[in-house]
C-alpha cells in the first residue's frame, strides 16, 4: 500500500522578553528583546507498507522572514535570536531531506529492523495501551531526553538503525543514531557525526499500565570550542561522555467519574565532563484527573520535576543534569528555560469545548542551585559549535527564576485544516533580574496548519 501526505504550517511568533539594561559603555550595545517574525515548513511524504518492509521518505522545505537582527545581548533574547545567530541575515531558507527509512519486518510483524534518517522519541519507542494512555505518554514522557524538536521550523532527525522487538506485554528497543543538523540550523541536510547517541529500554506493557527502564549513552566531540557550565571557564573543544539510566511509570485509572491519571519518571547520569567527574540526576512526579462524563471534559494535573544543578564550579565534579538532545518546549511551551538545574511546581487545566482543544498551565520556576546557570535550549543543531546548544546566564546565588502563566488552544476549522494559537507571559525573579529590569516577558504565536 503506498500513502502520500502533505502538510503545511505558517506560524508567526512575537516576543517582548526581559528588558536588558542599559550598558553603562556608551559604544556598547544591549539587545532589542520586542519583534516578530514569520515562517513556513511544507512537507511533502511518501509511505510503501509491504509485507515484510516497509520504506518511507519526506522532503521539508522551510522559509522564515523578518528574523531580529539585534534581539542578542546579554544572550539569545526569544528564538528569533537564535535563528538569526545561525545564518547572520534576517531571513533563512532550506530544502531538505526530512526522513527515508526502510524497515525490515518478520513475518509475525513482531521483530522489525529500520535503518535511515528517522524521527526518534525517548520514552515513545513504543506504541501500546489505551488512547488515553498513549495521549498521557505523549504529552508528559516523550522526548524528556531525545527528542526530534518538534516546535523549531527545522526541527531534529536521526541517521542510524533501530531494532524493535515486540511481545503482547513487552516490548525492546535498541538504537545507534548521530543526530542531523537542525532546530535553528538552516543546513539541516547534514548529519552531526561527532555526536553519537546510543538507546535502549524495555517496556512492560498492558492497556492501562506501562513499566520502561532505559539507557542512553551520549558522546559529543564536535570541532570548535565551547563550554556552558558555571565554571566561566574558556572555551575549548567539546568533550562530553554521558550515560543516563532510569525509568518511568505512568498509569490510568478508570473510575465513574472518569479517569485518574500518574505520570513518575526518574534518569541517574555519569560521565565525564570536559575532563570533570559528571554525576547528576533528575525526578519527575506527576498526577490528574479527567472528568469525562462531564462538559468541557476538563483534565487537571499538577506535577513537580526536581533536575540537579552544581553547587561548586571550583571543584572536579560536574553535577548539572544533562537534558542531551530534548524536546524542551514540550515541557515549557515558552522555551524560556530547559530542564537543567531546576525545580518546576506546576498545574494544568485542559478543555474541550466542542471541537477545539485549550490548555492553561502555571509554572513556579526555581533553580535547583543558586550556584549555577539559568539554561535554555535543546541540545545540538550544529555540528561546529557556533552554537553549543544549550546556553546559560550567572544566577550569582539566587534560585528564584519566576512564574509562567501560558495557554494554547487548538481550533479545527475544516477537516484537514487548523489554527494554532499560544500566549505567555513571565514574571521576573531574583536570577532575572541580575541582567535585566522587572518588565515582563510576553510571547504569543498563530499557527495555520494544513495536513493531508
Do not use: C
Not at 519518571?265 to 490528574?288: K, L, N, T
Not at 485542559?350 to 535543546?378: C, K, M, N, T
Amino acid at each position: 500500500m503506498v500513502t502520500g501526505t502533505v502538510s503545511n504550517v505558517t506560524r508567526v511568533e512575537s516576543w517582548s522578553y526581559f528588558q536588558p539594561y542599559a550598558n553603562p559603555d556608551p559604544e556598547a550595545t544591549v539587545g532589542d528583546p520586542d519583534y516578530t517574525f514569520l515562517g513556513d515548513r511544507a512537507e511533502l511524504g511518501v509511505r510503501v507498507d509491504g509485507a515484510r518492509f516497509d520504506l518511507s521518505g519526506a522532503f521539508n522545505y522551510v522559509r522564515l522572514e523578518n528574523l531580529p537582527t539585534d534581539a542578542i545581548g546579554p544572550g539569545g533574547l526569544g528564538t528569533g535570536a537564535f535563528y538569526f545567530a545561525a545564518t547572520g541575515v534576517s531571513y533563512s531558507y532550506q530544502l531538505y531531506l526530512g526522513e527515508l527509512t526502510a524497515r525490515f519486518k518478520s513475518t509475525d510483524h513482531q521483530t522489525s529492523f529500520t535503518v535511515g534518517r528517522m524521527p526518534f522519541s525517548s520514552g515513545g519507542e513504543v506504541r501500546a495501551g489505551s488512547f488515553s494512555l498513549q495521549h498521557l505518554k505523549s504529552e508528559r514522557l516523550h522526548s524528556r531526553l531525545i527528542g526530534n524538536f518538534e516546535w523549531s521550523y527545522y526541527q531534529r532527525r536521526f541517521d542510524g538503525a533501530r531494532l524493535d522487538v515486540d511481545r503482547p506485554h513487552w516490548h525492546f528497543n535498541l538504537s545507534a543514531f548521530v543526530p542531523t543538523q537542525g532546530g535553528y540550523e538552516e543546513s539541516t541536510n547534514l548529519s552531526m557525526p561527532k555526536v553519537q547517541v546510543a538507546a535502549s529500554s524495555f517496556t512492560l506493557k498492558s492497556s492501562n499500565v506501562e513499566w520502561q527502564g532505559f539507557g542512553y549513552w551520549y558522546r559529543d566531540r564536535r570541532p570548535g570550542a565551547a563550554v556552558v557550565d558555571n565554571t566561566f571557564s574558556p572555551d575549548r573543544p567539546v568533550d562530553i561522555t554521558i550515560g543516563t539510566v532510569g525509568g518511568s511509570y505512568a498509569r490510568v485509572l478508570p473510575r465513574r467519574t472518569g479517569e485518574y491519571d500518574l505520570v513518575a519518571w526518574i534518569a541517574a547520569q555519569a560521565g565525564d565532563w570536559y575532563g570533570q567527574s559528571h554525576r547528576a540526576a533528575s525526578v519527575a512526579v506527576e498526577a490528574g484527573h479527567r472528568w469525562t462524563r462531564t462538559p468541557y471534559r476538563p483534565w487537571l494535573r499538577a506535577g513537580y520535576l526536581w533536575a540537579s544543578g552544581d553547587r561548586n564550579g571550583e571543584d572536579q565534579r560536574h553535577a548539572t543534569f544533562f537534558q542531551m538532545l530534548p524536546s524542551s518546549r514540550k515541557y515549557a511551551l515558552s522555551s524560556v528555560y530547559a530542564q537543567m538545574n531546576l525545580r518546576d511546581a506546576f498545574a494544568q487545566l485542559s478543555i474541550e469545548p466542542r471541537r477545539f482543544q485549550a490548555r492553561i498551565e502555571v509554572h513556579a520556576l526555581h533553580l535547583a542551585s543558586g550556584a549555577d546557570l539559568w539554561y535554555q535550549g535543546s541540545g545540538a543543531t550544529a555540528s561546529r559549535v557556533r552554537y553549543f546548544g544549550f546556553s546559560g546566564r550567572a544566577a550569582f546565588g539566587d534560585t528564584a527564576l519566576g512564574t509562567i502563566v501560558e495557554g494554547a488552544v487548538d481550533v479545527p476549522i475544516l477537516e484537514h485544516w487548523s489554527i494554532n494559537g499560544y500566549a505567555g507571559t513571565m514574571s521576573a525573579g531574583d536570577v532575572v533580574r541580575h541582567q535585566f529590569t522587572d518588565k515582563r516577558l510576553w510571547l504569543w504565536s498563530v499557527e495555520n496548519v494544513i495536513r493531508f
